[in-house]
T-cell receptor, first 113, second 115 residues
Framework: AQKITQTQPGMFVQEKEAVTLDCTYD???????LFWYKQPSSGEMIFLIY??????QNATEGRYSLNFQKARKSANLVISASQLGDSAMYFC??????????FGTGTKLQVIP | DTEVTQTPKHLVMGMTNKKSLKCEQH?????MYWYKQKAKKPPELMFV???????INESVPSRFSPECPNSSLLNLHLHALQPEDSALYLC??????????????FGEGSRLTVL
């Protein structure tokens, strides 16, 4: 069974500052993928970043980076230089065997001008 | 622009109606998904099709009936729904190449209201 835990229901960050959104996971699969999605109020799920379980380097995509600590089963998202448009729900997700993708409960990020 | 297209974007139906949600992708993906999302909650997996065959059914009530006519299309047929079925229905697709564990590509969703 897969489980994703996001312990921060809501976060505030000052514009231009960095913010870390926490995600821990649990799985019995040896191979798995970890993702972060952004969901603005419009509802669309926007893919941000991906980390494979065997990737040794932390993934980065522009202002997004994923702090992957396999032994601790954590996959935190770091957003640098926050922008007002970053205000949204952020979901951590995991894909393991049998194509099943499980989502965490999400963190609502609000960027303050 | 999203490469997964869902129609309609909004749907209002009565409890006795029969309607369908449609999803289309042209990325050559061989896995397609239906998720249901209630307000302020994460998406909940409903169905997964792999190579046009139903591979996962998360104990979804029979009033939801999925169909995958070909590798590009995914339908969700709705019949005798309840008001609590009102939600955002998200379609997604992903590659299965080489056991790919990569990301899901989502459509913009169909917002369903059951009266």
């Amino acid at each position: 069974a897969q489980k994703i835990t996001q312990t921060q229901p809501g976060m505030f960050v000052q514009e231009k500052e960095a913010v870390t959104l926490d995600c821990t996971y649990d799985t019995s699969d040896q191979s798995y993928g970890l993702f972060w999605y952004k969901q603005p109020s419009s509802g669309e799920m926007i893919f941000l970043i991906y980390q494979g379980s065997y990737d040794e380097q932390n993934a980065t995509e522009g202002r997004y980076s994923l702090n992957f600590q396999k032994a601790r089963k954590s996959a935190n998202l770091v957003i640098s230089a926050s922008q007002l448009g970053d205000s949204a729900m952020y979901f951590c997700a995991m894909r393991g065997g049998y194509q099943k993708v499980t989502f965490g409960t999400g963190t609502k990020l609000q960027v303050i001008p | 622009d999203t490469e997964v297209t869902q129609t309609p974007k909004h749907l209002v139906m009565g409890m006795t109606n029969k309607k369908s949600l449609k999803c289309e992708q042209h990325m050559g993906h061989r896995a397609m998904y239906w998720y249901k999302q209630k307000a302020k909650k994460p998406p909940e997996l409903m169905f997964v099709y792999s190579y046009e065959k139903l591979s996962i059914n998360e104990s979804v009530p029979s009033r939801f009936s999925p169909e995958c006519p070909n590798s590009s299309l995914l339908n969700l047929h709705l019949h005798a729904l309840q008001p609590e079925d009102s939600a955002l229905y998200l379609c997604a697709s992903s590659s299965l190449a080489g056991g790919d564990l990569g990301e899901l590509f989502f459509g913009e969703g169909s917002r369903l209201t059951v009266l």
